[in-house]
């Protein structure tokens, strides 16, 4: 697609419940990030895929958070039993790795909260 | 990756230019000067990026002193929509694997 996309825009979610966010990278990029956004907070990474590379998880904040990439496309950030604190703006973006310059493309971001 | 100090933020009238600086004194030979912004409530969108050389596109220009230790962004007539957090980043082209960290920026008010 022409930007990059993600989805639900808006979640709403009770404490303890599973969540998954979802990513589509813009076509032919093979980097791809997740940070998340608290209120008022500055971006926070979180996971970072690099091709077929193993990810780099390093920005993972507990064992609840998890992220997958399928095909070296789509990803989902699933977070389980959802805590109040989790709630934010998760943003992805790609880039395109040939070019080596770090021109990320973000997308909008999936607003979540956690009651 | 270099270490960047910004003012916390700046206001600029409508139509007049804004100059947001950048301090980068402990920069590599080989880091690049990255800015990004965010307008609210929409994710970090790339401005321009430049290694020693003055750069321009059509969003802004970017001047970088010639010991390099500092940059300056300029929006050349700013406007309202140009309300955002600027951020500065100093970065190695490629960077390996290591994601781009974001400061806390500068937040520009572009006032009417």
């Known amino acids: 697609g022409a930007g990059v996309s993600q989805s639900p825009s808006n979640k709403v979610t009770e404490k303890g419940k599973d969540v998954e966010l979802r990513c589509d990278p813009i076509?032919?990029?093979?980097?791809l990030y997740w940070y998340r956004q608290s209120l008022g907070q500055g971006l926070e990474f979180l996971i970072y895929?690099?091709?077929?590379?193993?990810?780099?998880k390093s920005g993972l904040p507990s064992d609840r958070f998890s992220a997958e990439r399928t095909g070296g496309s789509v990803s989902t950030l699933t977070i389980q039993r959802t805590q109040q604190e989790d709630s934010a703006v998760y943003l992805c973006?790609?880039?395109?790795?040939?070019?080596?310059?770090?021109?990320?493309?973000f997308g909008a971001g999936s607003r979540l909260t956690v009651l | 990756d270099a270490k960047t100090t910004q003012p916390p933020s700046m206001d600029c009238a409508e139509g007049r230019a804004a100059n947001l600086p950048c301090n980068h004194s402990?920069?590599?030979?080989?880091?690049?000067v990255y800015w990004y912004r965010q307008i609210h409530s929409q994710g970090p969108q790339y401005i321009i990026h430049?290694?020693?050389n003055n750069e321009t596109n059509e969003m802004a220009s970017l001047i970088i002193t010639e010991d390099r230790k500092s940059s300056t962004l300029i929006l050349p007539h700013a406007t309202l929509r140009d309300t955002a957090v600027y951020y500065c980043?100093?970065?190695?082209?490629?960077?390996?694997?290591?994601?781009?960290?974001f400061g806390k920026g500068t937040r520009l008010s572009v006032i009417a």
């Open positions: 980043i100093v970065r190695v082209v490629g960077g390996g694997n290591t994601p781009l960290v």
């Open positions: 973006a790609s880039r395109y790795q040939s070019s080596g310059a770090n021109v990320l493309t």
């Open positions: 402990t920069i590599s030979g080989n880091e690049y």
């Open positions: 895929f690099q091709g077929n590379s193993a990810p780099d």
């Open positions: 430049g290694l020693k």
């Open positions: 076509s032919g990029h093979t980097a």
